[in-house]
């Protein structure tokens, strides 16, 4: 009997979310600035410079009819970053996802093309940040967690660390991740004004958006 071939995995793609009010920043997260540059595009544009095909999730799809890529409306305003997850996958094609939340502005392109090497190879990668708490907007995701992903919504869960602990991720190696990202610049999360303020001085500092 002759081996069968490997199952196609279907498409991979970047996915931005960037539904938050982002209320602790004052409103806006998407559309503040860090060295001149918009998170939104930000974002994107790692996603890109890692070869990925750019998809962002949104509570105002009017609000980002001026970005580049493919834009789609969350079907669960406010619910959380699971359910844009799920949202992610029942309207659109892809097969596994890179995901990056929108205030992680500092994000190695590196580290994004490594996540995306899982694609067609496990259920879930994920990356353990500085303190050793997994970062579950930053990894991964097949389209092999979505079932598992909307039995938590329909339970009331939204947190996407814990779709990490029902289905059967890996995480990178500290080593690896230290390599790809040796300041540990991609988990500088932009969620109060400090934040901001922290990651301007780091990206003014010298020619972070020029560098892998």
Known sequence: MSPQPPQDPGPLKGVVLAGGPGSRLGGGKPWRTVAGRRLIDLAGG??????????????????????????????????????????????????GMVLLAVDLPLVRPALLGRLAQAHGHCQALAIQGPRGWPEPLLAYYSRGCLPAAQRLLAAGEGRPRMLLGAVQARFLEPSEVAQLDPEGYSFLNVN???DLQRANQVAQAGGLFDTP
């Open 46 to 95: 790692a996603l890109e410079r890692a070869g990925l095909e750019v998809l962002v999730v949104t509570v105002d799809v009017a609000a980002c009819a001026d970005l580049p890529w493919e834009i789609i409306a969350d079907r669960w305003p406010g619910q959380g970053p699971l359910a844009a997850l799920v949202t992610a996958f029942l309207d659109s094609d892809a097969g």
């Open 192 to 194: 109060f004004p400090e």
